[in-house]
């Protein structure tokens, strides 16, 4: 199967990356995922749902839709979704970065004694 559709809002973690992992194959109704998120200090570390049957339609986890399209699922099929929690607040937003450069230039510029 292939993951074609994810929509939603993440409530969760600032950034993660959300493992979705193949447990039971089969066809719709018959397979089943783990599903893995951020925990025991590392990405994807906790799992967070166990056999999580895969239907079809839109299926939701964490405020985060998704959903799945083929014929059959594989035991240990995986797939990698990147999401950010949009709903946490900035509590310093006047913090700003600046681009740091640097010369290479280690001798003198031309025309300099």
């Known amino acids: 199967m292939y993951l074609v559709e994810t929509i939603?809002?993440?409530i969760g973690a600032l950034y993660?990356?959300?493992?979705i992992k193949c447990s039971v194959a089969g066809a719709y109704g018959v397979c089943k995922v783990d599903?893995?998120?951020l925990g025991n200090n590392k990405i994807a570390g906790s799992q967070i749902l166990d056999d999580y049957l895969i239907?079809?339609?839109l299926q939701e986890i964490n405020g985060l839709y998704f959903r799945f399209e083929g014929n059959?699922?594989?035991v240990d099929d995986e797939?990698?979704?990147i999401v950010r929690n949009y709903a946490l607040n900035n509590s310093n937003a006047g913090v700003r970065s600046i681009r740091a450069t640097h010369s290479w230039r280690t001798g003198?510029?031309?025309?300099e004694e």
């Not at 993660?16 to 493992?19: P, S, T, Y």
């Not at 003198?108 to 025309?111: E, I, N």
């Open 72 to 74: 059959e699922m594989n």
């Open 79 to 81: 797939w990698h979704v």
């Open 35 to 37: 599903v893995y998120a």
């Open 16 to 19: 993660d990356r959300v493992k």
């Open 108 to 111: 003198k510029r031309v025309g």
């Open 55 to 57: 239907t079809g339609g």
């Open 8 to 10: 939603g809002s993440w």
